[in-house]
């Protein structure tokens, strides 16, 4: 019986310590939740989409003076010969009149109008073969109503031989407005303009001026070269073929993230998908071409070969802004990344950090997340009583939520509209009124702290698409190419549940100088 007796205490007490310990469970759970149910729920984002954003490089081709001229100097004959057997004055027609001429040093002046290129010529006329008869005996009638003697003279010359030398001088100007055509061309648009000075034979005292008998001659000479040089430079295919090559060098993936970065091994495709050109500029030392491509860019997750179909023709627009290369980087952030550097930034501080309260919290671990828009700190804290004897303390996770806002000036991504989330005031239970004391300052110090620091990101993607942009550099006696990038500027944020997406910008400068041309 007193063993009966005994198991029944036993059962009892077993069966009351139960009762007693799910009921202090139910106590604990209604008023001190733990932890997996005071965490927030997450809201969950649509993934990143992959996103293309638009490129350009304008690159304005300055081609200096002397090169045109130096080029054009060694491609032009510099002597000519040729015989008017037409000659325009009666007098001499029946003469032949032979020319040889050497052409001199060539300028070449840009001017608003166009691009002038001249050369003077010096040589002389040789009139060989007779005077005309009714031209001698119109002279004749001429000469002797103003002396009888020298009519009578001139009249004696017809049908006589003449074989007689003048000095011929001049200069010929071509004028060029060089443009662009759709077929990836230069049309050189040239007219010349040939000019003789005054001088002549003198034939019984009577000056005869062969201006007029020469200028047909160079004229023929000066349009037949001209309309030479227009049909090579008008089929030359320099222009495309340098925009070909260039265009290949510009579709590719560049390399971004990895190594020390912290980010994934991404890559920037590049994928030009249009071609423009401006109409030449023309200044006194240089004739500008600016040749503009727009690329479409994004970031894959692997290297790739884009296919980049070179386009047939080139589109003419009315002005480019040569010089300068934008190219879009969108630079996608893993969360896991940004919470390696948010963490140390707060772990281990203790607020408030006056010695004399009576409480303190001190956080233990931080980490971030995305929920709807915004984004979610939660901190592991360690609340502690510290004028209590026994130093009681707890442990709770404390959600705090912040909307990201990107500063552009200082590349960072900072969080404002810092407030509890609605979870973490169960969590006070678990702290007690240290908790509800320290928070605040908490608070506070996430507003003043809470910055991730993009700059790491920001000089990896300028570095590395800066060394892709060096390919295209070059520099000799004949062409100097210069390609840099000089900053990335920040411009927008996006993230979903996973990744943070920076939208930047990698600006530089372009231009090409050209100080010695093919030769024609």
Known sequence: MRRSHRLRYIVGGVLLLLVSFAAASWVMDAFWPNEAALKPKLAELPPLQPITRTSFVAAPIVVANNAIRTTLDNAAPRDFSGTNNNPISGLLSKADVGLTIGRGP???????????????????????????????????????????ALGQQIGNLTGRVLDQKAEVRGQVAVTTRPTFTPEWRINPNMTANVSVADGG??????????????????????NDQMAKLQERLRNDPMIEQTARREWAKACRSIPLGGGQ????????????????????????AAVTLTIGIQAETRIVPT????????????????QLDGGRVGIGVPIDIPFTELNRILEPQFKGRKFPEDKDTPYQVEIKKASINATGDRLL??????????????????????????????????????????????????????????????????QDALAEHAVIDLKPFAADARAKIGSALAEFRKSDDNIRVDAAINDLRMTGI???????????EATGTVRVAINKLPAL
Request: include cysteine; proline fraction near 7%; charged fraction near 15%.
């Open 106 to 148: 060539m300028t070449v002046t840009g001017r608003t109008d166009g691009l002038v290129i001249a050369a003077p010529f010096t040589g002389s006329a040789k009139v060989t073969g007779q005077l005309a008869t009714q031209a001698g005996n119109l002279t004749g009638q001429l000469g002797g109503l103003l002396n009888q």
């Open 201 to 222: 034979l003198q034939v019984a005292g009577l000056k005869l001026n062969l201006a007029g008998e020469v200028k047909p001659l160079i004229d023929n000479a000066v």
């Open 261 to 284: 970065t912290g980010l994934p091994n991404l890559y920037l495709e590049m994928k030009p998908v249009r071609a423009a050109a401006a109409q030449p500029k023309i200044d006194p």
């Open 303 to 318: 290297a790739t070969k884009p296919t980049c179909p070179f386009p047939a023709k080139l589109e003419i627009v009315p």
């Open 377 to 442: 700190i939660a901190m592991l804290v360690k609340a502690t009583e510290r004028k209590s004897w026994f130093g009681l303390g707890a442990d709770a996770t404390v959600y705090v939520l912040g909307k990201p806002v990107l500063d552009a000036a200082q590349q960072t991504l900072r969080l404002t509209e810092i407030n509890l989330a609605v979870e973490s005031e169960a969590a006070f239970g678990l702290l007690g009124a240290a908790a509800r004391a320290a928070i605040p300052y908490v």
């Open 494 to 504: 996006a993230f979903d549940s996973k990744t943070l997406r920076v939208i930047a």
